[in-house]
């Protein structure tokens, strides 16, 4: 798998049925290394060990309804009295972040009314904070450590 722009992470990768599998800690079982599954597993690490994210407030490939219509988030940071505070949406790395993909976060975020919007791409990473009091947002320029974000 490509190198990515995040810290080197160990990750605990196996051949099953002639196809790469990731362990994912979160789910806790293996699931198939795609490229978008390589960028998430690196990205949640990075959150955990970098940046002080509790395991147990983070959710990987969380199903929400939006219009009448499941659609999955993959993943969900939590904060105080459990409330979803962050929404991340990853790409492949061969993916460029437009602002496509920008509309498909928006849209989950139509329903879950966060704080905070991540899309990596595992090169790239875009994290913008919303202000829903005066109807704004801005993009940071570095990743919020968890104790920033429970704060908010």
């Known amino acids: 798998m490509q190198a990515l722009n995040l810290p080197k992470t160990d990750l605990k990768i196996i051949t099953k ?13 293996y699931v198939v290394l795609t490229p978008e599954e390589w960028v998430r597993q690196q990205f949640i690490h990075y959150l955990i060990l970098y940046k002080g994210y509790p395991p147990e407030c983070i959710g990987n490939e969380i199903s929400i309804t939006l219009n009448g219509t499941k659609k999955r988030c993959d993943t969900i940071i939590f904060g105080c009295n459990a409330q ?3 929404i991340v949406e990853y790409k492949s790395p061969l993916v ?5 993909v920008f509309n498909q ?19 790239q ?5 919303i202000d829903y009091e005066n109807n704004t947002y801005k993009f940071v320029e570095n990743i919020p450590d968890y104790d920033d974000i429970r704060r908010d």
């Open 17 to 29: 049925d002639g196809k790469l599998q990731v362990f994912d800690t979160l789910r806790r079982k």
């Open 84 to 86: 979803p505070t962050m």
């Open 96 to 100: 460029e972040v437009t602002q496509r």
């Open 105 to 123: 976060i928006s849209r989950y975020n139509i329903k879950l009314k966060v704080k905070w919007l991540i899309v990596s791409n595992g090169m």
């Open 125 to 129: 990473h875009y994290c913008c904070q």
